[in-house]
């Protein structure tokens, strides 16, 4: 089992910046893929932002060049700093760490607000 833990989250100001972070604790070895996931209020659960077990990353278009995510040396934290914030950033961001073939573990959500 992996446990995800997320602080942080907030209220912000549009084109102001913020940094989330996801503290593991458990059976975190052997995690593929560590991921931010966001919802906002009537629409499904999408994509933020993606590193691979090598380092290699992956975003959702509509963050590309504003957020950006890295993980800590020991690979049980992962952040997502987010920077020229928009309204439209407003939502629940997940945390997720997988494990192959098929595990997901998933934070509890924290709520970014962008106040325009």
């Known amino acids: 089992q992996v446990h995800l833990v997320e602080p942080g989250g907030g209220l912000v100001q549009a084109g102001g910046s913020l940094r989330l972070s996801c503290a593991a604790s458990?059976?975190?070895?052997?995690?593929?893929?560590r991921g931010w996931y966001r919802q906002a209020p009537g629409r499904q659960r999408e994509l933020v932002a993606l590193?691979?077990?090598?380092?290699?990353?992956n975003y959702a278009d509509s963050v590309k060049g504003r957020f950006t995510i890295s993980r800590d040396n020991a690979e049980n934290t992962v952040f997502l700093q987010m920077d020229s914030l928009k309204p439209e950033d407003t939502a629940v961001y997940y945390c997720?760490?997988?494990?192959?073939?098929?595990?997901?573990?998933w934070g509890q959500g924290t709520q970014v607000t962008v106040s325009s």
């Open positions: 997720e760490f997988f494990k192959l073939p098929s595990l997901h573990y």
């Open positions: 458990g059976s975190i070895f052997n995690v593929y893929r």
């Open positions: 590193i691979t077990r090598s380092g290699g990353t």
